[in-house]
Nanobody, 120 residues
């Protein structure tokens, strides 16, 4: 099993920045791709960004390109640097493992989420 714990979410003003972290533990040797999703109230969970260290590739949703950057460290923790935040970025952000594309069904493991609120 793999456990994922997100942190870093908080209230921030529009135009500000946040860095979300996702700490992976457990059988992380099986993990070579992870991603961030988000879910706003009343909306479906949507893909934000994903990374595969085997393929050395990263993917981003169009609405975050140029503003968000996904990175990882050797301990298989992943980070989401979010700049120029907008009110529409307000959501619960989830870390997921097992895939790095936009399909929720690709992912085997999910964290509990961290709330990001952007005030306008």
């Amino acid at each position: 099993q793999v456990q994922l714990v997100e942190s870093g979410g908080r209230l921030v003003q529009a135009g500000g920045s946040l860095r979300l972290s996702c700490a992976a533990s457990g059988r992380t040797t099986s993990i070579d791709r992870m991603a961030w999703f988000r879910q706003a109230p009343g909306k479906e969970r949507e893909f934000v960004a994903g990374i595969s260290w085997t393929l050395r590739d990263a993917k981003y949703a169009d609405f975050v390109k140029g503003r968000f950057t996904l990175s990882r460290d050797n301990a298989k923790n992943v980070y989401l640097q979010m700049n120029n935040l907008k009110a529409e970025d307000t959501a619960v952000y989830y870390c997921a493992a097992g895939g790095y594309g936009p399909l929720v069904k690709e992912y085997n493991y999910w964290g509990q989420g961290t709330q990001v609120t952007v005030s306008s």
